[in-house]
């Protein structure tokens, strides 16, 4: 047996700022420690433009190479020895900085920045941290709903007037709210929404005729998203970036939804056909829509969606950055116990589908 290499040191990168954390950087970094003698673990940041990070989820991601921070001196000290990394960004072609790295834990739900490093050619696994925002943006999600239908943004603006103009909203009890995919986030609406009395219907990617999931009174196929649409008083979408769910939120589907149905975007901004969306909200087809994400992020201030009527945007900020972290450093530590003992990931990405 070879004992050095049982006992050889699993580097472990934390490619985030410390600051990310507070308070219990030290500690949290310090529990990964405990899990084994053989882990340490190294802080040493790698961040890239926000602008960067949206071009390399899209095809031709590559033409961007040069718009890509030069690493340190120190990242690449840090690169040249970790087998394992946290990590939001990741240089390109990172298998010719970082030639002992294994596995890859995502900070977001969203991987496709980190794919196109070229882990998959290399055989580098990668998990996401899918489920360590939902309770915070199905909160939001559901929120969201909330103001619409309450109207609150109409009594804010009748405040600001000094004016006592009562408006009524519409009561949640009865009504039916879709649910596009049904991940951890919309899994986490779900159960809120039953509070509610919300009769709740969704799509899950692998659902078949006669499949049940909890708190759902309804599943349907992808296939049949147009038939759920249009009995949905309201809709809350989040689903990954892929070539299939691309522009899938589109004139048809906002067609397919009833007039004053409100629509809301948690999930990827690639998702919905904006120039559609716009359309259905000047014409009044849809009652309001909110949007958390968009296909161009930072949106440019001439973008039209700034204008659009009974639109709420918010800019990429449904998470709540206390918990998301306290849980996604519960999830690394629980996946670099599996990694230690060789047993499965949890969120691990399927490199051949993209998710």
């Given at each position: ?254 067609a397919a939804m009833p007039t004053g149905a409100f629509f809301c975007n948690v999930g990827r ?87």
């Open positions: 047996m070879d004992t050095s290499a049982a006992d050889a040191p699993i580097v472990v990168g934390v490619l985030v700022p410390p600051e990310w954390f507070g308070q219990d950087f030290e500690r949290a970094t310090a529990s990964l420690e405990d899990l084994d003698r053989r882990v340490r673990v190294i802080a040493e940041p790698y961040l890239e433009s926000h602008d960067l990070r949206s071009a390399r989820g899209k095809p031709g991601a590559r033409a961007r190479r040069d718009d890509a921070p030069v690493l340190t001196d120190a990242q690449r000290g840090v690169f040249a020895q970790v087998d394992i990394v946290l990590a939001l960004d990741l240089p390109f072609d990172i298998t010719d900085v970082a030639p002992k790295l294994r596995w890859v834990q995502a900070v977001g739900a969203g991987t496709a920045q980190l794919q196109s490093a070229g882990l998959g050619p290399a055989g580098i696994r990668l998990t996401s941290a899918a489920g360590v925002n939902a309770v915070g943006i199905a909160e939001f999600a559901l929120a969201r709903v909330l103001q619409h239908w309450k109207r609150f943004r109409e009594f804010d603006e009748a405040q600001a007037r000094h004016r006592w103009e009562p408006v009524y909203g519409r009561q949640l009890a009865g009504s039916t709210l879709g649910l596009v995919g049904l991940g951890e986030i919309n899994s986490a609406v779900a159960a809120r929404a039953r509070a509610f009395d919300l009769r709740v219907l969704a799509t899950r990617r692998s659902a078949t005729r006669g499949a049940v999931a909890p708190n759902v009174d309804e599943l349907f196929a992808p296939s049949d998203l147009t038939a759920m649409l249009g009995q949905c008083d309201a809709v809350i979408a989040a689903v990954p970036e892929t070539p299939e769910t691309t522009g899938m939120m589109n004139r048809d589907s906002f901004g690639s998702f919905v056909d904006e120039a559609a969306l716009i359309e259905a909200l000047r014409s009044g087809h849809l009652g309001g829509a909110a949007l958390d994400v968009a296909s161009e992020e930072p949106l440019p201030s001439e973008h039209p969606l700034w204008d659009a009527p009974n639109l709420f945007l918010s800019p990429h900020a449904a998470a709540s950055p206390g918990a998301m972290f306290t849980n996604l450093i519960r999830l690394f530590r629980e996946n670099l116990g599996s990694f230690l003992a060789d047993e499965p990931l949890r969120n691990e990405v399927d490199l051949a589908r993209g998710y």
